[in-house]
């Protein structure tokens, strides 16, 4: 069966950096488009990036352009987002997707707070 397990959340300071880890399993990693979504507190879920499954087409939501960036590893059936400058307003569990078979992680927790 599908699984989908993120990694890397945590607490960080305004301005600092993650890299959150998805690793895949259970289905053919290397043919399938990746989503990283977020849902925030009171809040619905949004896309924050998306990624073909060769990497050569990348789509990004408006609030984190030029600050996140989505890539694969499909040898190791992972998918990243390394999140850099980091806002107040970017604290949300973090999921990544697998849109075309509708399977999603468990999420991993941001907070960006000093």
């Known amino acids: 069966q599908v699984q989908l397990v993120e990694s890397g959340g945590g607490l960080v300071q305004p301005g600092g950096s993650l890299r959150l880890s998805c690793a895949a399993s259970g289905f053919a990693f290397s043919m399938f488009t990746m989503r990283w979504n977020r849902q925030a507190p009171g809040k619905e879920r949004e896309v924050v990036a998306v990624i073909t499954p060769t990497g050569d087409n990348l789509h990004y939501e408006d609030a984190v352009k030029g600050r996140f960036t989505i890539s694969r590893d499909n040898a190791r059936n992972t998918v990243y987002l390394l999140m850099n400058s980091l806002k107040p307003e970017d604290t949300a569990v973090y999921y990544c997707?697998?849109?075309?078979?509708?399977?999603w992680g468990q999420g991993t927790q941001v907070t960006v707070s000093s």
């Open positions: 997707e697998v849109p075309t078979l509708s399977e």
